[in-house]
């Protein structure tokens, strides 16, 4: 049998659940953006090539300028598929002081990193993403970066 205060603990789990549902989807644009770009890293640094696949579009670039090189002109799933030949641990990229611009169901993000592979500093440089907005989520449309180990490796 339901007495009142089983019925009033309901409706207060009820309420909770559902008050903490709508704080996650009233998450800014911003916020939901950069919860991607840390999916994303996070995915790189587990081997999850698996994951990286419903985070980065199909067909998605992704290019690379390097001091007094031309353009490299490539495609992310290059990228995914080294991301699955790696341990978990393996490669270690971490962003910050990311700046993301959005204007309706387009965002970009400048992501300054540095990389470490195997636990030594490796490079570092800028990432800039593109990011759209689809019906689920958002997801990478666009990759581009830089190499510039100079600036973060001991000479």
Request: net charge negative; hydrophobic share 40%; glycine share 8%.
């Amino acid at each position: 049998m339901i007495t009142k205060l089983d019925k009033y603990l309901l409706m207060g789990v009820v309420l909770c659940t559902c008050s903490g549902v709508n704080v996650a989807q009233a998450a800014s644009p911003e916020e939901a953006v950069r919860a991607i770009l840390d999916e994303v890293f996070d995915a790189m640094r587990a081997g999850d090539d698996e994951k990286l696949k419903t985070l980065i579009l199909p067909d998605t670039s992704l290019d690379r300028i390097s001091p007094n090189k031309a353009v490299e002109r490539g495609e992310a799933s290059g990228w995914i598929g080294w991301v699955g030949t790696l341990n978990p641990g393996q490669a270690d990229e971490q962003i910050f002081d990311v700046e993301i611009k959005i204007e309706g169901p387009l965002a970009t993000a400048w992501a300054p990193f540095t990389i470490a592979i195997d636990g030594e500093l490796k490079s570092c440089g800028v990432n800039h993403f593109t990011l759209i907005k689809s019906e689920e989520s958002w997801k990478v449309a666009y990759l581009i970066d830089t190499h510039t180990p100079e600036k973060c490796l001991p000479k």
